[in-house]
């Protein structure tokens, strides 16, 4: 999960700076964002965060069956296969929960007439804060 947590982080960065990027030069009010907020208190966050949990506990379950009727060779395999089989997952809904979080930020920051929106933590002063629309958006 953790592992789940720092991409999304990576990816939420990644997304400031080519926000930051095309902004460059512009007279646009900017929008900022608390990230971490919204992956706290938004329902579909939590949902997200639910399905990662029974994913795992799946696997794990899964696991402890098969290691009663392999051997160690054949489990470590297994191990291996399910390992990348939730990785995969994850990934997929990580990129799934960033693109709705693009989306409505894109949304918000259209009907505010914000030409930017960034992450709070890299904005010292000022911005109009939107992560309660976020939060809302995203039931």
Known sequence: MKNVMKRLTVAALVLVVAGMLAGCGGEDKMGTVDLARVQKEAPQAQKLDQQMTEKRESITKELD????????????????????????????????????????????????????????????????????????KMQ
Do not use: C, P, W
């Not at 693109?99 to 992450?119: N, R, T, W, Y």
């Open 65 to 136: 069956e098969a290691k009663k009727t392999m051997s160690d060779e054949e489990f470590q395999k297994k191990q291996a296969q399910s390992m990348q089989e939730f990785n995969i997952y994850g990934a997929s809904m990580q990129r799934q929960f960033l693109s709705d979080v693009q989306g409505k930020l894109g949304d918000i920051a259209k009907d505010k007439k914000l030409g930017i929106v960034v992450m709070k933590d890299y904005v010292h002063q000022g911005g109009v804060d939107v992560t309660d629309e976020l939060i809302q």
